[in-house]
């Protein structure tokens, strides 16, 4: 018999690939592969992992230390 923490364990996780599978499906083909904050090509390998993406991975980690991550 499953306990109320392995409920909401499992519940979290069917959560959280719906989510991860919803954002896949977002893949904009003629997405442009340019940071949007700094104008460098964005690495095929970033791209390519998260479709997503508008920033490089150093232009990202400066968003996420100053804290502004949330677009």
Same mark, same amino acid.
């Given at each position: 018999?499953?306990? %109320? &923490?392995?409920? &909401?364990? $499992?519940?979290? $996780?069917?959560?959280?690939? &719906? ?10 083909? %003629?997405? @442009? +592969? @340019?940071? $949007? @904050?700094? *104008? %460098? !090509?964005? +690495?095929?390998?970033?791209? @390519?992992?998260? +479709?997503? &993406?508008?920033?490089? =991975? ?5 968003? !996420?230390?100053? *804290?502004?991550? =949330?677009?």
């Amino acid at each position: 018999m499953a306990d %109320n &923490a392995d409920i &909401a364990a $499992e519940l979290m $996780e069917r959560r959280m690939e &719906a989510a991860l599978s919803s954002r896949l499906s977002l893949r904009i083909p %003629n997405h @442009d +592969p @340019d940071c $949007e @904050d700094c *104008g %460098n !090509e964005i +690495p095929k390998p970033r791209r @390519d992992a998260l +479709p997503w &993406a508008t920033t490089c =991975v150093e232009c990202q980690s400066l968003r !996420e230390r100053r *804290g502004r991550h =949330v677009r």
